[in-house]
Nanobody, 122 residues
Framework: QVQLVESGGGLVQAGGSLRLSCAASGSIFSIRTMDWYRQPPGKQRELVASITGDGSTNYADSVKGRFTISRDNAKNTAYLQMDSLKPEDTAVYYC????????????????WGQGTQVTVSS
């Protein structure tokens, strides 16, 4: 059974920083991509950043230059460093892992974490 557990959310003032973590547990051989999504109050879930196993990254325009995604493949963990936070960054942040393998020829599929709340006060 695979689980994704996010941590690191909280309340911060505008201009501050937070670091989110997403740890995948279970019998995992590899993970193709690990993404961070967010869902602001009353809005749809949106992709914030993604990272592949070889470290290629992609960011939403709204967070470029402020957020940094990274991962530790040995720990099956992804991170999202969020700097210069703005009130509009307030949302529930979700981790999404895709292309999981339990072994080189055993696909596990994709999984979502439970989400962690980030609130940025003005």
């Amino acid at each position: 059974q695979v689980q994704l557990v996010e941590s690191g959310g909280g309340l911060v003032q505008a201009g501050g920083s937070l670091r989110l973590s997403c740890a995948a547990s279970g019998s995992i051989f590899s993970i193709r991509t690990m993404d961070w999504y967010r869902q602001p109050p009353g809005k749809q879930r949106e992709l914030v950043a993604s990272i592949t196993g070889d470290g290629s990254t992609n960011y939403a325009d709204s967070v470029k230059g402020r957020f940094t995604i990274s991962r530790d493949n040995a720990k099956n963990t992804a991170y999202l460093q969020m700097d210069s936070l703005k009130p509009e960054d307030t949302a529930v942040y979700y981790c999404y892992a895709d292309g999981l393998l339990g072994s080189p020829d055993y696909r596990l599929g994709a999984y979502w974490g439970q989400g962690t709340q980030v609130t940025v006060s003005s």
